[in-house]
């Protein structure tokens, strides 16, 4: 009797890669531009469902925002992915949304954008994950009531 190979095919094994900030990004830059009120990611946190701010400015491509981690598989993206929807705040507005992860050539189409859009600011994320696919990407698409 033949036998019939019925498993499941193997999970990634381990985290995606990932650029953790450097300490000025972090412990100065980060901190500012939140307290300044400049563009901020508020999306619930995967473990502990608090709110969990970070500033991540949106990039416009064709009429389209997206949100773009350079860093790659960073907890911001983590969080969003999980919760599947954030809000975006600058300054006193606060703006509810959808995200919408993208793929294929959208993806490869926002990230060649988002590269030449930060140009020097980006050389260090992408020496270290050179591979566009390392970078996800979230459509930004308007709360529906």
Do not use: C
Not at 56 to 78: I, Q
Not at 121 to 136: E, N, Q, S
């Amino acid at each position: 009797m033949p036998q019939i190979d019925d498993s499941m095919p193997a999970k990634e094994s381990g985290p995606r890669p990932y650029v953790p900030s450097g300490f000025f990004m972090s412990r100065v830059v980060n901190p500012i531009t939140l307290w300044l009120g400049g563009p901020t990611l508020i999306v619930r946190g995967r473990r502990t469902g608090r709110p969990v701010r970070t500033p991540v400015p949106t990039l416009e491509v064709g009429g389209a925002r997206y949100l773009v981690s350079g860093g790659g598989e960073t907890h911001w993206v983590r969080n969003l992915r999980a919760a599947g929807q954030g809000q975006l705040r600058k300054g006193r507005t606060h703006e509810p949304f959808r995200a919408v992860e993208v793929q294929g050539d959208e993806h490869d189409r926002v990230v060649a954008a988002y590269r030449e859009h930060m140009g020097w600011r980006a050389r260090d994320f992408f020496a270290a994950l050179p591979d566009p696919a390392d970078h996800p990407v979230f459509r930004v698409e308007p709360q529906e009531a």
